[in-house]
């Protein structure tokens, strides 16, 4: 935003809420979308009244009460500037209302997670409150705004669901925010639950090995993101436990999770000088890519290659053939995610910091199997 443009500010009379605080409040929702940045000069008291037609003792106020949150400071000869976001002191302010609304964050509008804010869903509207869902994009910088800007909402609680999975440690917004639940992050123990995504790989490679596979793909997202590293880890296990090797070849890394990436690794697998006859593909989008791959290719599934996934989204059950896969209990995750949240917001203690939820195989027809 432009410091010498007016500020898309807007007032309104009849609104309960005083002047000053609606000022207030835009000012730092602008700041906490990044529309102000630090060091931004805002507009002069006088020049900020005449340009809302009010008195200038209501912008001086609304200008202290954000210097008091921390978002701006006024110097002599410089005006007042925007600072860093203050991620406690934004949580604090008037922090002794609760809104009755929890923020929940999602990577992309997957039907994966179509199961789990059903969950989040009914436990929040059972306890009378209401979610307001953000879409990261599996973008760092747009979880980290999403967070500023609930925070700025007076959110009571926020959930994340894998949009912390590129991250090694709790983001510094966080520490001084309102209660937050990480799920499926496997890289944090506290306020966390998780599915078993090393039991998912183990459970969908150790099928594959079953039917009397040797050799193994692993179709995978980034395994810098911590929860499909997990899978990963499980993908390994289940080699070693039946002393088969792992070819470093064969373990193809997308650049993201999309069917898209599934497809284009489903081609990177048939370009191998000998390709494995199975594949473990670490989500069932991708799996729907990498199927497309191979019949386009005139392989035959599960007769040239057998392909076993994780997740058994509804795509899954439908696919030609059903796709073998991994059951991660989502709508599960998201019931457990709201009772921990509920139980911080009422500040009792966790009975369990971490929970894990157990994985189990779904057989249907990809693998080699008639059922």
Known sequence: MNPSSPLPLHIDPQSNLPIFAQIRQQITWLIASGK???????????DLADQLGIHMHTVRQAYHALEDDGLAETRPSRGTRVKPYNGKKAASAESASPSHTIGVLIPNIYSFYDPFLSGVAEVARRMGYMTIVCITRDNEELTLQSIRQLIAKKVDGIVSASTMSKFDEPPAVLSAGPPFIFADSPQFQANSILFDLDN?????????IEHGHKRIAFITAP??????????KGYQRALTASNLDLEPDSVIQTLAYSLEDGYRAGLQLLGLNKPPKAVFVSGDLMAAGVVRALKESGKRIPQDVAVVSKDNIELAALMDPPLTTVNLPTYRMGVEAVNMLMRLISKKRLEKKRVVLESELVVRRSCGCNS
């Not at 102000?36 to 006088?46: C, E, M, N, S």
């Not at 395994?223 to 990963?232: C, G, R, S």
């Open 36 to 46: 102000l940045k630090p060091g931004d000069r805002l507009p002069t008291i006088r």
């Open 200 to 208: 998912a790989g183990f459970l969908g490679t150790s099928h594959l």
């Open 223 to 232: 395994l810098t993101w911590h929860n499909f590293n997990d899978a990963y």
